[in-house]
């Protein structure tokens, strides 16, 4: 078909013979229409309604009859046109003809170019105005939400994976990739490999001497410990993470078979074997066991911080201690202190103190005629710094070499520090009438910070039983608090923690998590290079206590929020929307990889 060009106005008369152009006589057409070229016409079609020097509208039937063929415009059969002329009486005669009609409808490439209208003359008036300010609302809202280039806080993971290097953690994570089949080979080799090590099996040893072994160990049934080693099949992603809990429990109960539960329960990794306990760390670690124990009968509810505090000694750190008033920080301190026949000495900051009066200074003695120095409280094993936010920057500084060099310099004469020493701080972190902010240089000496909150329900019921029965929190002897360790085996606890062995890929995991730090659109300082050091010194300490000889990603976890919480900086914006260290921290961890 070809374009024949405009019609005219007015009515058409039928120029063919065809019974439907007859019984419309004539036609009223209004586009543009298209007419028959040579090759239609040879086909047999006839054109009606002459438009110009073209045919229009109407071709003619097919050689069987069956059909009419329209070509051109629709506008005759248009509602707004079909009472005009002959339209109506063409529109029945087609529909009588035949059984079928087949309509052509003119596209894009049958109108002249130069006649189409643009965009712009197809859109009303009102629409230009409309879409240039949509566009710049668009932008404008782009802008605002992405002022921190990325979101404000690290969104959790449809996962919750507290550890992800634990086999929970990665069956957990493989089962959202679903790739069940990968999680549960990951599992299986990695638990057998465990197993193998701590019941030192030959490494070539085969799943059922592990199965054996381990059955042999914790009492159990071979073949149950078989069929969870080997064939379990788990149905769905809940039965693989169930698979995972029990595999964990048998390496649980086959360590704690062997070698004894841990102080503080055992920690997972899969390269990490169980340490050869000589006989001095195993009674190293029970001593201090004991003295978790000891500090219980005194303060209830507060585990971890008693934990947080005997790691800070290990790796021969600081501890910033911050909770509501009544919750036992100065006791915990006194208590823990006395458990391990340590010197302590306490000094309450208050707005006149003086650096002298914590450091020591130079007093003259009539007797001699000379200025001797006398020593300040910083001078002991534990200093409990009790309230430390209450006195100014100018006394909390004296506090930076002590803590840092382990010396205090006064009159230019350089004094050591005991060995060990511990600065145990408390801070109120509702109160901020009369207090001084610790400067960024003083927290990042902070080993640790420990955030004692209220006791649970029960726990809070027994320390009022003990109040009850009589218990006074002035007289620990009374209370049957008994020392446990004294500064030797202190010192050979520190010595063990530092052997403990760290794989390349667990140092650049914390160096990813550092940088993790450094990057974060809700951080404005991030981590400094002492705070990983920090970490690590923190982690060693926390993978000897639990037992083994090697730190893993979890130990790392584990002691990141209490290790970073106080050395970083939140943005403004984020403290206004509400937004916590710890929420930003956990973010930090759940976006890093984990070395595997």
């Avoid at 208590?335 to 208050?350: D, H, I, N, P, Y």
């Avoid at 001078?379 to 002590?402: H, Y």
Wanted: hydrophobic share 45%; net charge negative.
């Amino acid at each position: 078909m070809r374009l024949a060009g405009g019609a005219p106005d007015g009515l058409d008369e039928a120029a063919c013979t065809l019974a439907p152009a007859e019984r419309a006589g004539g036609l009223s057409a209004g586009q543009q229409l298209l007419g028959i070229d040579d090759e239609a016409a040879a086909a047999g079609f006839e054109g009606c309604f002459a438009s110009g020097d073209a045919f229009a509208v109407v071709a003619g039937p097919s050689p069987h009859g069956a059909e009419v063929v329209l070509v051109g415009s629709v506008t005759p059969f248009a509602n707004a046109t079909i009472d005009e002329a002959g339209n109506a009486a063409l529109a029945i005669g087609l529909l009588g003809s035949g059984d079928r009609l087949v309509w052509y409808l003119p596209g894009p490439g049958d109108a002249d170019a130069a006649d189409a209208p643009t965009l712009g003359e197809l859109m009303p008036g009102w629409a230009s105005p409309l879409l240039v300010l949509l566009v710049l609302v668009t932008i404008a809202a782009g802008v605002r939400s992405g002022r921190r280039f990325g979101p404000l806080v690290f969104e959790d993971l449809p996962v919750d994976v507290p550890a992800s290097e634990t086999g929970e953690g990665r069956a957990r994570l493989y089962a959202r990739g679903s790739a069940r089949g990968r999680a549960l080979d990951q599992l299986r080799i990695a638990t057998i490999r465990r197993l193998a090590t701590m019941l030192r099996l030959p490494r070539a040893a085969d799943v059922d001497a592990v199965a054996a072994a381990a059955a042999g160990a914790t009492g159990l049934d071979a073949a149950s410990v078989r069929t969870l080693l080997v064939d379990a099949e788990p149905h769905g992603d809940r039965d693989l993470v169930r698979l995972a809990n029990e595999l964990d429990d048998l390496e649980r109960r086959t360590r704690a078979a062997l070698t004894g539960p841990g102080p503080c329960g055992p920690a997972h990794d899969r390269k990490a074997t169980m340490t050869d306990p000589t006989p001095d760390d195993a009674q190293l670690r029970a001593a201090l066991d004991r003295v978790r124990t000891e500090v219980g009968k005194a303060v209830v509810g507060q585990d971890g911080a008693v934990t947080g505090l005997i790691i800070a000694l290990l790796a021969d750190g600081h501890v910033l201690l911050e909770g509501v008033p009544g919750v036992a920080k100065t006791l915990l301190v006194r208590t823990l202190s006395r458990t391990l026949r340590l010197e302590t000495r306490r000094v309450q900051f208050t707005p006149d103190l003086m650096p002298g009066d914590v450091t020591g200074s130079l007093a003259y003695d009539p007797r001699s005629g000379e200025f001797a120095f006398r020593e300040g409280p910083v001078f002991t094993n534990l200093l409990l710094a009790d309230e430390i936010n209450r006195t100014p920057p100018k006394t909390q500084s004296a506090l930076l070499e002590a803590m840092e060099e382990r010396q205090v310099s006064v009159d230019g004469v350089t004094r050591p520090l005991p060995d060990p020493f511990l600065v145990a701080a408390t801070q109120n972190p509702i109160e901020y009438e009369g207090t001084y902010a610790l400067p960024e240089a003083q927290l990042d000496r902070f080993l640790l910070k420990l955030v004692l909150d209220v006791p649970e329900r029960d726990a809070e019921v027994s320390m009022l039983r003990r109040h009850a029965d009589g218990f006074d929190p002035h007289d620990l002897a009374a209370a049957g608090v008994e020392p446990v360790l004294g500064p030797a085996e202190l010192a050979a606890a520190r010595a063990a923690a530092r052997r403990v062995g760290v794989a390349d890929d667990v140092l650049a995991y914390l160096v990813d998590l550092a940088r993790a730090t450094r990057r974060s659109p809700s951080m404005r300082l991030g981590v400094s290079p002492r705070a990983v050091a920090g970490l690590l010194a923190a982690s060693k300490a926390w993978a000897w206590l639990t037992g083994m000889e090697k730190v893993t990603p979890d130990h790392v976890q584990a002691m990141l929020l209490p290790a970073w919480r106080h050395r970083v900086q939140l943005r403004p914006e984020a403290e206004l929307e509400g937004v916590s260290v710890d929420q930003v921290l956990r973010g930090v961890v759940q976006q890093v990889q984990v070395p595997l």
